[in-house]
Protein backbone atom coordinates (compact mmCIF):
# COMPACT_ATOMS: atom_id res chain seq x y z
CA UNK A 1 0.00 0.00 0.00
CA UNK A 2 2.61 2.12 0.99
CA UNK A 3 4.36 1.56 -2.14
CA UNK A 4 1.36 2.40 -4.27
CA UNK A 5 1.08 5.66 -2.45
CA UNK A 6 4.40 6.59 -3.17
CA UNK A 7 4.55 5.35 -6.60
CA UNK A 8 1.38 7.74 -6.95
CA UNK A 9 3.15 10.47 -5.68
CA UNK A 10 5.97 10.15 -7.84
CA UNK A 11 3.51 9.70 -11.39
CA UNK A 12 1.86 12.78 -10.07
CA UNK A 13 5.26 14.63 -9.53
CA UNK A 14 6.25 13.71 -12.43
CA UNK A 15 3.53 14.76 -14.57
CA UNK A 16 3.47 18.41 -12.39
CA UNK A 17 7.14 18.68 -13.25
CA UNK A 18 6.51 17.81 -17.15
CA UNK A 19 3.46 19.80 -17.66
CA UNK A 20 5.93 22.90 -15.52
CA UNK A 21 8.52 22.42 -18.10
CA UNK A 22 6.05 23.29 -21.08
CA UNK A 23 4.48 26.92 -19.34
CA UNK A 24 6.58 29.67 -18.22
CA UNK A 25 7.89 29.94 -14.75
CA UNK A 26 7.48 33.55 -12.71
CA UNK A 27 11.47 34.06 -13.33
CA UNK A 28 10.81 33.98 -17.33
CA UNK A 29 8.42 36.80 -17.11
CA UNK A 30 9.35 39.91 -18.65
CA UNK A 31 6.81 42.16 -17.76
CA UNK A 32 2.61 42.10 -17.39
CA UNK A 33 0.25 44.90 -17.93
CA UNK A 34 -3.45 45.44 -18.69
CA UNK A 35 -4.40 47.24 -22.15
CA UNK A 36 -7.85 49.39 -22.37
CA UNK A 37 -9.39 47.59 -25.71
CA UNK A 38 -12.09 48.75 -27.57
CA UNK A 39 -15.97 47.96 -26.21
CA UNK A 40 -15.53 48.44 -22.65
CA UNK A 41 -12.45 44.95 -22.98
CA UNK A 42 -9.33 45.06 -21.13
CA UNK A 43 -6.83 42.71 -22.15
CA UNK A 44 -3.74 41.41 -20.01
CA UNK A 45 -0.58 40.75 -21.89
CA UNK A 46 2.27 38.58 -20.46
CA UNK A 47 5.51 39.00 -21.91
CA UNK A 48 8.07 35.85 -21.43
CA UNK A 49 11.48 34.53 -22.46
CA UNK A 50 9.82 31.15 -22.42
CA UNK A 51 8.40 29.40 -25.43
CA UNK A 52 4.83 28.60 -23.71
CA UNK A 53 2.48 31.29 -22.29
CA UNK A 54 2.70 31.71 -18.34
CA UNK A 55 -0.81 30.63 -16.52
CA UNK A 56 -3.22 33.46 -15.43
CA UNK A 57 -5.36 33.28 -11.80
CA UNK A 58 -8.85 35.33 -11.50
CA UNK A 59 -9.90 36.13 -8.08
CA UNK A 60 -8.92 32.20 -6.31
CA UNK A 61 -10.00 30.25 -9.25
CA UNK A 62 -8.04 27.49 -11.06
CA UNK A 63 -4.65 29.16 -13.04
CA UNK A 64 -5.02 28.78 -17.09
CA UNK A 65 -2.53 29.10 -19.19
CA UNK A 66 -2.60 32.46 -21.16
CA UNK A 67 -3.28 32.30 -24.95
CA UNK A 68 -0.53 32.66 -27.32
CA UNK A 69 -0.39 36.54 -29.17
CA UNK A 70 2.76 36.72 -30.74
CA UNK A 71 5.55 33.59 -31.00
CA UNK A 72 9.19 34.36 -30.36
CA UNK A 73 10.73 35.31 -34.00
CA UNK A 74 13.74 36.58 -35.85
CA UNK A 75 11.87 39.03 -38.36
CA UNK A 76 13.67 39.93 -41.71
CA UNK A 77 14.61 44.06 -42.18
CA UNK A 78 11.61 45.23 -44.36
CA UNK A 79 12.88 46.24 -47.85
CA UNK A 80 11.33 49.86 -46.60
CA UNK A 81 13.20 49.68 -43.36
CA UNK A 82 13.01 53.86 -42.02
CA UNK A 83 16.82 53.86 -41.11
CA UNK A 84 19.97 52.78 -43.51
CA UNK A 85 21.72 50.78 -40.86
CA UNK A 86 18.90 48.31 -39.57
CA UNK A 87 19.25 44.51 -39.17
CA UNK A 88 16.78 41.12 -38.06
CA UNK A 89 13.94 42.10 -35.24
CA UNK A 90 14.98 39.90 -33.03
CA UNK A 91 11.75 39.19 -30.65
CA UNK A 92 13.08 36.82 -28.29
CA UNK A 93 9.86 37.10 -26.05
CA UNK A 94 6.92 35.26 -26.47
CA UNK A 95 3.53 37.75 -26.28
CA UNK A 96 0.48 36.38 -24.59
CA UNK A 97 -2.82 37.57 -23.11
CA UNK A 98 -6.23 37.13 -22.08
CA UNK A 99 -9.09 38.66 -21.68
CA UNK A 100 -10.29 40.17 -18.67
CA UNK A 101 -13.93 38.22 -17.65
CA UNK A 102 -16.46 41.03 -16.83
CA UNK A 103 -16.97 39.54 -13.26
CA UNK A 104 -13.44 38.78 -11.91
CA UNK A 105 -11.84 41.36 -9.29
CA UNK A 106 -8.18 40.54 -9.68
CA UNK A 107 -5.54 38.63 -11.91
CA UNK A 108 -2.24 37.16 -11.25
CA UNK A 109 0.31 35.92 -13.51
CA UNK A 110 2.26 32.98 -11.88
CA UNK A 111 2.09 34.96 -8.95
CA UNK A 112 2.60 38.09 -9.67
CA UNK A 113 -0.38 41.11 -9.35
CA UNK A 114 -1.69 42.45 -12.88
CA UNK A 115 -3.54 46.30 -12.60
CA UNK A 116 -7.21 45.30 -12.62
CA UNK A 117 -9.28 48.00 -15.07
CA UNK A 118 -10.94 50.62 -13.08
CA UNK A 119 -14.53 50.73 -11.32
CA UNK A 120 -14.61 54.23 -11.93
CA UNK A 121 -11.60 56.93 -13.42
CA UNK A 122 -10.74 59.61 -11.28
CA UNK A 123 -7.73 60.14 -12.09
CA UNK A 124 -5.73 60.07 -15.72
CA UNK A 125 -1.95 59.80 -16.01
CA UNK A 126 -0.84 61.01 -19.45
CA UNK A 127 2.62 60.60 -21.05
CA UNK A 128 3.97 60.68 -24.48
CA UNK A 129 6.73 60.45 -26.72
CA UNK A 130 9.02 58.49 -23.93
CA UNK A 131 12.19 56.96 -25.46
CA UNK A 132 15.52 58.06 -26.25
CA UNK A 133 15.99 58.76 -29.65
CA UNK A 134 18.57 57.35 -31.98
CA UNK A 135 18.50 58.28 -35.09
CA UNK A 136 21.20 57.98 -37.52
CA UNK A 137 19.15 60.12 -40.43
CA UNK A 138 19.09 63.01 -38.57
CA UNK A 139 22.38 62.57 -36.35
CA UNK A 140 20.23 62.61 -33.67
CA UNK A 141 21.71 60.37 -30.43
CA UNK A 142 19.88 61.57 -27.04
CA UNK A 143 22.31 60.24 -23.90
CA UNK A 144 20.29 57.55 -22.91
CA UNK A 145 22.46 56.31 -20.12
CA UNK A 146 22.22 59.87 -18.40
CA UNK A 147 18.76 59.77 -16.37
CA UNK A 148 18.43 63.42 -16.59
CA UNK A 149 18.88 63.84 -20.16
CA UNK A 150 16.31 60.78 -21.26
CA UNK A 151 14.23 61.20 -18.07
CA UNK A 152 11.57 58.75 -18.12
CA UNK A 153 12.39 56.07 -15.75
CA UNK A 154 12.04 59.05 -13.38
CA UNK A 155 8.74 60.55 -15.00
CA UNK A 156 7.61 56.44 -14.74
CA UNK A 157 8.53 56.66 -10.95
CA UNK A 158 7.05 59.78 -9.84
CA UNK A 159 3.94 59.33 -12.14
CA UNK A 160 3.47 55.65 -10.10
CA UNK A 161 3.41 57.20 -6.71
CA UNK A 162 0.15 59.58 -8.32
CA UNK A 163 -1.85 56.36 -8.34
CA UNK A 164 -4.02 56.97 -11.51
CA UNK A 165 -6.55 55.01 -12.29
CA UNK A 166 -5.51 54.56 -15.72
CA UNK A 167 -2.37 55.57 -17.88
CA UNK A 168 -2.70 56.90 -21.35
CA UNK A 169 0.52 56.96 -23.62
CA UNK A 170 -0.30 58.71 -26.76
CA UNK A 171 2.34 57.28 -29.11
CA UNK A 172 6.02 57.34 -30.01
CA UNK A 173 6.69 54.29 -27.42
CA UNK A 174 9.86 53.12 -29.39
CA UNK A 175 12.87 55.62 -30.24
CA UNK A 176 16.02 53.73 -30.85
CA UNK A 177 16.28 52.85 -34.23
CA UNK A 178 19.72 53.31 -34.91
CA UNK A 179 23.47 52.28 -33.34
CA UNK A 180 25.20 54.87 -31.06
CA UNK A 181 28.11 55.93 -32.86
CA UNK A 182 31.52 54.71 -32.14
CA UNK A 183 32.85 56.84 -29.15
CA UNK A 184 29.46 58.34 -28.15
CA UNK A 185 29.61 57.90 -24.46
CA UNK A 186 25.97 59.53 -23.96
CA UNK A 187 24.74 56.52 -25.70
CA UNK A 188 27.39 53.62 -25.74
CA UNK A 189 26.06 50.22 -25.75
CA UNK A 190 22.75 51.21 -25.75
CA UNK A 191 20.38 48.69 -27.76
CA UNK A 192 19.03 49.71 -31.17
CA UNK A 193 16.31 48.54 -33.78
CA UNK A 194 13.14 47.39 -33.84
CA UNK A 195 13.60 43.62 -31.89
CA UNK A 196 13.02 42.92 -28.30
CA UNK A 197 15.38 44.84 -26.57
CA UNK A 198 15.49 47.76 -27.74
CA UNK A 199 11.63 48.10 -26.62
CA UNK A 200 12.78 46.59 -23.40
CA UNK A 201 15.36 48.81 -22.69
CA UNK A 202 13.00 51.97 -24.21
CA UNK A 203 9.96 51.40 -22.60
CA UNK A 204 9.28 47.93 -20.87
CA UNK A 205 12.03 48.33 -18.29
CA UNK A 206 12.11 51.89 -17.54
CA UNK A 207 7.59 51.55 -17.34
CA UNK A 208 7.76 48.99 -14.85
CA UNK A 209 6.56 51.01 -12.14
CA UNK A 210 3.93 52.67 -14.11
CA UNK A 211 2.91 49.41 -16.15
CA UNK A 212 2.18 48.05 -12.12
CA UNK A 213 0.43 50.47 -11.01
CA UNK A 214 -2.39 50.62 -13.18
CA UNK A 215 -3.90 49.51 -16.95
CA UNK A 216 -3.18 51.18 -19.95
CA UNK A 217 -4.49 52.97 -22.80
CA UNK A 218 -2.02 52.99 -25.79
CA UNK A 219 -2.31 55.68 -28.68
CA UNK A 220 -0.16 54.93 -31.81
CA UNK A 221 2.30 57.46 -32.90
CA UNK A 222 4.49 57.81 -36.19
CA UNK A 223 7.21 55.56 -34.60
CA UNK A 224 5.24 52.72 -34.54
CA UNK A 225 4.14 52.75 -38.39
CA UNK A 226 5.04 49.70 -39.89
CA UNK A 227 8.02 50.68 -41.48
CA UNK A 228 9.35 51.66 -38.17
CA UNK A 229 8.64 49.98 -34.92
CA UNK A 230 5.25 48.43 -35.86
CA UNK A 231 6.08 44.77 -35.40
CA UNK A 232 6.56 45.48 -32.13
CA UNK A 233 3.46 47.30 -31.25
CA UNK A 234 1.30 44.91 -32.81
CA UNK A 235 3.07 41.76 -30.33
CA UNK A 236 3.18 44.54 -27.26
CA UNK A 237 0.61 47.39 -27.28
CA UNK A 238 -1.89 47.37 -29.99
CA UNK A 239 -4.96 46.67 -28.09
CA UNK A 240 -6.89 44.05 -30.70
CA UNK A 241 -6.40 40.71 -32.13
CA UNK A 242 -2.75 39.72 -33.90
CA UNK A 243 -3.72 39.49 -37.28
CA UNK A 244 -1.79 38.14 -40.29
CA UNK A 245 -2.64 41.26 -42.05
CA UNK A 246 -2.24 43.50 -38.75
CA UNK A 247 1.25 42.57 -38.17
CA UNK A 248 3.31 45.05 -40.37
CA UNK A 249 5.28 42.12 -41.44
CA UNK A 250 4.62 42.75 -45.07
CA UNK A 251 4.83 45.81 -46.82
CA UNK A 252 2.10 44.94 -49.14
CA UNK A 253 -0.69 45.01 -45.91
CA UNK A 254 0.28 48.49 -44.67
CA UNK A 255 -2.53 50.21 -45.98
CA UNK A 256 -4.43 47.32 -43.00
CA UNK A 257 -1.61 47.48 -40.90
CA UNK A 258 -1.33 51.23 -40.79
CA UNK A 259 -4.61 52.58 -40.45
CA UNK A 260 -6.21 51.12 -37.23
CA UNK A 261 -10.15 51.69 -36.92
CA UNK A 262 -11.32 54.25 -34.39
CA UNK A 263 -12.33 53.00 -30.96
CA UNK A 264 -14.25 54.46 -27.88
CA UNK A 265 -13.25 54.11 -24.46
CA UNK A 266 -15.50 54.63 -21.82
CA UNK A 267 -13.94 57.60 -18.99
CA UNK A 268 -17.66 58.57 -17.16
CA UNK A 269 -20.98 58.59 -17.30
CA UNK A 270 -21.03 61.58 -19.66
CA UNK A 271 -17.30 61.23 -21.27
CA UNK A 272 -15.39 58.98 -23.48
CA UNK A 273 -11.65 58.65 -25.46
CA UNK A 274 -11.96 58.42 -29.06
CA UNK A 275 -8.94 56.96 -29.89
CA UNK A 276 -7.80 57.56 -33.83
CA UNK A 277 -4.38 56.21 -35.24
CA UNK A 278 -2.77 58.60 -37.13
CA UNK A 279 0.55 56.87 -36.96
CA UNK A 280 1.23 56.90 -40.76
CA UNK A 281 0.02 60.51 -41.45
CA UNK A 282 2.02 62.56 -43.62
CA UNK A 283 2.94 66.25 -42.40
CA UNK A 284 1.76 67.59 -45.92
CA UNK A 285 -1.69 68.10 -47.02
CA UNK A 286 -3.30 65.42 -49.15
CA UNK A 287 -4.16 65.03 -52.41
CA UNK A 288 -7.87 63.59 -52.35
CA UNK A 289 -6.69 60.74 -54.75
CA UNK A 290 -4.35 59.07 -51.91
CA UNK A 291 -5.62 56.37 -50.75
CA UNK A 292 -4.62 57.57 -47.06
CA UNK A 293 -6.80 60.27 -47.67
CA UNK A 294 -9.85 58.23 -48.06
CA UNK A 295 -8.72 55.79 -44.73
CA UNK A 296 -8.42 58.93 -42.81
CA UNK A 297 -11.49 61.07 -44.10
CA UNK A 298 -13.66 57.00 -43.46
CA UNK A 299 -12.04 56.56 -40.05
CA UNK A 300 -12.99 60.46 -38.85
CA UNK A 301 -16.83 60.09 -40.19
CA UNK A 302 -16.67 56.61 -38.27
CA UNK A 303 -15.54 58.86 -35.31
CA UNK A 304 -17.62 61.72 -36.00
CA UNK A 305 -20.81 58.75 -35.31
CA UNK A 306 -19.57 57.49 -32.31
CA UNK A 307 -19.17 60.52 -31.04
CA UNK A 308 -22.88 61.69 -31.35
CA UNK A 309 -22.50 58.88 -28.32
CA UNK A 310 -22.16 60.20 -25.33
CA UNK A 311 -22.42 64.33 -24.18
CA UNK A 312 -18.55 64.72 -24.45
CA UNK A 313 -15.56 63.07 -26.84
CA UNK A 314 -12.02 63.43 -25.54
CA UNK A 315 -10.42 62.78 -28.95
CA UNK A 316 -6.86 61.14 -28.77
CA UNK A 317 -4.37 60.54 -31.31
CA UNK A 318 -0.66 61.08 -31.73
CA UNK A 319 0.02 63.97 -34.13
CA UNK A 320 -1.33 67.84 -32.86
CA UNK A 321 -4.00 69.65 -35.19
CA UNK A 322 -4.28 72.55 -33.34
CA UNK A 323 -0.89 73.26 -31.87
CA UNK A 324 2.41 75.98 -32.00
CA UNK A 325 5.41 74.35 -33.00
CA UNK A 326 8.84 74.74 -31.19
CA UNK A 327 11.28 77.05 -32.06
CA UNK A 328 14.83 78.31 -31.10
CA UNK A 329 13.22 81.99 -30.14
CA UNK A 330 10.25 81.48 -27.85
CA UNK A 331 9.36 84.98 -28.90
CA UNK A 332 8.52 83.88 -32.44
CA UNK A 333 5.15 82.08 -33.01
CA UNK A 334 4.99 79.36 -35.53
CA UNK A 335 1.96 76.35 -36.39
CA UNK A 336 2.85 73.01 -35.41
CA UNK A 337 -0.65 71.43 -36.35
CA UNK A 338 -0.32 68.57 -38.96
CA UNK A 339 -1.25 69.99 -42.32
CA UNK A 340 -2.02 66.50 -43.74
CA UNK A 341 -4.71 65.51 -41.05
CA UNK A 342 -6.07 69.00 -41.37
CA UNK A 343 -6.58 68.56 -45.00
CA UNK A 344 -8.78 65.12 -44.67
CA UNK A 345 -10.45 67.07 -41.11
CA UNK A 346 -11.82 70.15 -42.67
CA UNK A 347 -14.20 67.73 -45.76
CA UNK A 348 -15.54 66.42 -42.10
CA UNK A 349 -15.73 69.30 -40.04
CA UNK A 350 -14.57 72.74 -42.25
CA UNK A 351 -13.42 75.27 -39.51
CA UNK A 352 -13.40 73.39 -36.59
CA UNK A 353 -11.67 70.18 -38.04
CA UNK A 354 -13.33 67.55 -34.95
CA UNK A 355 -16.76 66.22 -35.10
CA UNK A 356 -18.71 67.90 -32.89
CA UNK A 357 -19.53 66.47 -29.32
CA UNK A 358 -15.16 66.59 -29.30
CA UNK A 359 -14.09 69.20 -26.19
CA UNK A 360 -10.91 68.00 -26.24
CA UNK A 361 -8.34 66.76 -28.42
CA UNK A 362 -5.43 65.44 -26.76
CA UNK A 363 -2.06 65.13 -28.63
CA UNK A 364 1.79 64.02 -28.48
CA UNK A 365 4.46 64.09 -31.38
CA UNK A 366 5.79 67.67 -30.47
CA UNK A 367 8.00 67.62 -28.15
CA UNK A 368 6.48 70.02 -25.17
CA UNK A 369 3.64 70.98 -23.35
CA UNK A 370 0.60 73.02 -24.31
CA UNK A 371 -2.85 73.60 -23.68
CA UNK A 372 -5.02 75.43 -25.67
CA UNK A 373 -7.96 76.97 -25.38
CA UNK A 374 -10.31 78.91 -27.98
CA UNK A 375 -12.64 81.81 -28.12
CA UNK A 376 -14.07 80.23 -31.32
CA UNK A 377 -15.73 76.78 -31.17
CA UNK A 378 -12.40 74.35 -31.07
CA UNK A 379 -12.00 71.79 -28.79
CA UNK A 380 -9.38 72.49 -26.09
CA UNK A 381 -5.96 71.35 -27.53
CA UNK A 382 -3.74 69.53 -25.51
CA UNK A 383 0.02 68.44 -26.51
CA UNK A 384 2.08 66.39 -24.34
CA UNK A 385 4.74 64.89 -26.45
CA UNK A 386 7.23 65.68 -23.82
CA UNK A 387 7.59 62.57 -21.61
CA UNK A 388 11.39 61.56 -22.04
CA UNK A 389 12.12 62.33 -25.94
CA UNK A 390 14.95 64.75 -27.14
CA UNK A 391 13.42 67.99 -26.61
CA UNK A 392 13.55 70.24 -30.23
CA UNK A 393 13.01 73.70 -28.60
CA UNK A 394 10.94 76.49 -26.95
CA UNK A 395 7.02 76.52 -26.95
CA UNK A 396 5.86 80.12 -27.73
CA UNK A 397 5.44 82.88 -24.52
CA UNK A 398 2.60 83.59 -25.90
CA UNK A 399 -0.32 83.05 -28.60
CA UNK A 400 -1.91 86.84 -29.59
CA UNK A 401 -4.99 87.05 -30.57
CA UNK A 402 -3.69 87.22 -33.88
CA UNK A 403 -1.66 84.56 -34.22
CA UNK A 404 -3.70 81.70 -36.40
CA UNK A 405 -3.20 78.20 -35.12
CA UNK A 406 -5.79 77.27 -38.50
CA UNK A 407 -8.48 79.62 -40.17
CA UNK A 408 -10.48 81.50 -37.68
CA UNK A 409 -9.06 79.58 -34.68
CA UNK A 410 -8.76 82.37 -32.16
CA UNK A 411 -6.89 81.29 -29.01
CA UNK A 412 -7.77 82.86 -25.76
CA UNK A 413 -5.62 81.00 -23.24
CA UNK A 414 -2.73 79.60 -23.71
CA UNK A 415 -0.21 77.94 -21.31
CA UNK A 416 3.28 75.93 -22.52
CA UNK A 417 6.69 74.19 -21.15
CA UNK A 418 9.40 73.60 -22.77
CA UNK A 419 10.74 71.14 -20.36
CA UNK A 420 10.43 67.80 -19.66
CA UNK A 421 7.81 66.41 -18.02
CA UNK A 422 3.89 64.35 -17.81
CA UNK A 423 0.35 65.23 -17.10
CA UNK A 424 -2.60 64.34 -15.29
CA UNK A 425 -6.38 64.72 -15.37
CA UNK A 426 -8.60 64.65 -12.57
CA UNK A 427 -12.20 64.32 -12.71
CA UNK A 428 -14.04 66.81 -10.95
CA UNK A 429 -17.89 66.48 -10.29
CA UNK A 430 -19.41 69.94 -8.47
CA UNK A 431 -23.27 70.62 -8.09
CA UNK A 432 -23.58 67.31 -10.81
CA UNK A 433 -21.33 69.14 -13.08
CA UNK A 434 -17.87 67.16 -14.81
CA UNK A 435 -15.04 68.89 -14.61
CA UNK A 436 -11.51 68.00 -15.33
CA UNK A 437 -8.45 69.16 -13.57
CA UNK A 438 -5.22 69.38 -15.66
CA UNK A 439 -2.08 69.05 -13.64
CA UNK A 440 1.77 69.09 -15.20
CA UNK A 441 4.24 67.88 -13.36
CA UNK A 442 8.09 67.82 -13.81
CA UNK A 443 9.50 64.52 -13.89
CA UNK A 444 10.57 64.71 -10.32
CA UNK A 445 6.77 64.78 -9.79
CA UNK A 446 6.39 68.61 -8.91
CA UNK A 447 3.10 70.43 -10.65
CA UNK A 448 3.92 73.51 -12.01
CA UNK A 449 0.79 73.88 -14.11
CA UNK A 450 -2.97 73.85 -13.47
CA UNK A 451 -5.99 74.20 -15.61
CA UNK A 452 -9.41 73.77 -15.21
CA UNK A 453 -11.31 72.24 -18.29
CA UNK A 454 -15.00 72.46 -18.27
CA UNK A 455 -17.02 72.41 -21.56
CA UNK A 456 -14.72 72.70 -24.44
CA UNK A 457 -12.81 75.40 -22.45
CA UNK A 458 -9.62 75.64 -20.58
CA UNK A 459 -8.08 78.20 -18.16
CA UNK A 460 -4.93 77.69 -17.15
CA UNK A 461 -2.65 79.34 -14.22
FE1 LIG B 1 5.77 61.60 -33.22
Redesign the pocket.
Known amino acids: MKNTVSRGLAVLGMLWMFASAFQASASELESVYTVQAPQGHWVVRALTSAANCPRITWDQQKPMVMQLRAAQANLPVRSDAAQADSKTSVFDVTSCEATWPAQAQSAQIEGRAVPAPPKQIQRILIVA?TGCRMKASENSFQECNDADKWPFAQIAQSAAKLKPDLVVHI??VHYRESPCPQGNLGCANASWGYGWDAWRDDFFKPAAPLLASAPWLFVR???EACFRAGQGWFRFLDALPLTSERNCNDPVNDLKGDFSEPFTAAISERAQFIVFDSSKSSGKAYNVNDPAFSKYQAQLQAAAKLAANKPESFFIN??PLLAAAPSKDPNKFKTGGSAGLQSVFQTVEPNRLFPQGVTLAMH???HLFEAISFQTNHPVSLVM?NSGSLNEGHAPNVIAPTDRLYKDAVVDNYASRSDYGFATLDRIVEAGQESWQLTEYTPQGQPVIHCRILNGKSRCH
Open positions: DGDGNHHHGHVG
